[in-house]
Nanobody, 123 residues
């Protein structure tokens, strides 16, 4: 079973930036779409960004478009999420998933979850 460890979260002021990392144990599948999800307090986990197996294409939520960039390095078994121009609404626990299934415009997390990393945007 793939184990994932997220890191890079923290407290940042509005307008700031953070870079999240998700390292997978063992060899990261080069056939899986992977994704970052956010869970705000009292809310369901929702997709922030997903990236194709080879890293060529990415999908973003409307709120993440133009501010966030997802990338992956399969040689380092790592997926990244670069977040710029952070807003208070970006606050939450960020999780990565090892196997995301795109279907009919939605992205369903099917694989393992990490423990998450807390992002707090506050002045």
């Amino acid at each position: 079973q793939v184990r994932l460890v997220e890191s890079g979260g923290g407290l940042v002021q509005p307008g700031g930036s953070l870079k999240l990392s998700c390292v997978t144990s063992g060899k990261m599948s080069t056939t899986n779409v992977m994704g970052w999800y956010r869970q705000a307090p009292g809310q369901q986990r929702e997709l922030v960004a997903a990236i194709s197996a080879g890293g060529e294409t990415a999908k973003y939520s409307d709120s993440a478009k133009s501010r966030f960039t997802i990338s992956r390095d399969n040689t380092k078994n790592t997926v990244y999420l670069h977040m710029n121009s952070l807003q208070v609404d970006d606050t939450g626990v960020y999780f990565c998933n090892s196997d995301v299934e795109p279907y009919s415009g939605h992205y369903y997390p099917r694989g393992s979850w990490g423990q998450g990393t807390q992002v707090t945007v506050s002045s």
